[in-house]
């Protein structure tokens, strides 16, 4: 069954820094995968999508990164602001259960102003 | 606008009450999905469908019933709820049996069961 990990569990940074999320995934057999973004008690926004045969997807300060052999992706976010503080999913899609999308923990992030 | 609807949005129920929870999307997707989100458990698969009239289990599919009567609608059937059936539920839908393509979610439901 693939196993998705999202290090770290939760992180905290002051205004402004360029920051790294972690999401790496046991099988490597994937279609795509997603990023989203969870606000308290609130449904998922969806922030990029990677399909497997892609390195990296953009959007504005966001930038994804794939590497599918070795089961890693990289969420970079530029210039952070207080704005960005959410929890973070990592979601990668397979072929089992119907190509379910198999979730991450998140990463809780909050930047400080 | 691209929508897949939940409702009710937030719902206390007591113990044994049958309920259903609805997702309808607008985007003419084949497939649909329902998840719980728990805390340290993450979200989980309870049920999927692939298209009309088809439904397969997921990861956690004790205690709840789907139906796919409609290409638009799958609803999310608890016949007898439990306490440990609290949680909060999301709708996901994507086209073409979503192998390669983009998952939306619904807004979720938050349901309590005493």
């Known amino acids: 069954k693939q196993e998705v990990t999202q290090i770290p569990a939760a992180l905290s940074v002051p205004e402004g820094e360029n920051l790294v999320l972690n999401c790496s995934f046991t099988?490597?057999?994937?279609?795509?995968l997603q990023w989203f973004r969870q606000d308290p008690g609130k449904g998922l926004t969806s922030l990029l999508l990677?399909?497997?045969?892609?390195r990296e997807q953009t959007s504005g300060r966001l930038n994804a990164s794939l590497d599918k052999s070795s089961g890693r992706s990289t969420l970079y976010i530029a210039a952070s602001q207080p704005g960005d503080s959410a929890t973070y999913l990592c979601?990668?899609?397979?072929?089992?259960?119907?190509?379910?999308?198999?979730f991450g923990k998140g990463t809780s992030l909050l930047v400080t102003p | 606008e691209a929508q897949v609807t939940q409702n009710p949005r937030y719902l206390i129920t007591v113990t044994g009450k049958k309920l259903t929870v609805t997702c309808s999307q607008n985007m003419n997707h084949e497939y649909m999905s329902w998840y719980r989100q728990d805390p340290g458990l993450g979200l989980r698969q309870i049920y999927y469908?692939?298209?009309?009239?088809?439904?397969d289990k997921g990861d956690v599919p004790e205690g709840y019933k789907v139906s796919r009567k409609e290409k638009r609608n799958f609803p999310l059937i608890l016949e007898s709820p439990s306490p440990n059936q609290t949680s909060l539920y999301f709708c996901?839908?994507?086209?073409?049996?979503?192998?390669?393509?983009?998952?939306?979610f619904g807004q979720g439901t938050r349901l309590t069961v005493v």
């Open positions: 990677i399909q497997s045969s892609q």
């Open positions: 099988d490597s057999a994937i279609y795509n």
């Open positions: 469908s692939m298209n009309v009239e088809v439904t």
């Open positions: 996901a839908t994507a086209p073409t049996q979503g192998r390669g393509t983009e998952a939306f």
């Open positions: 979601a990668v899609r397979a072929g089992n259960s119907g190509y379910a999308l198999n």
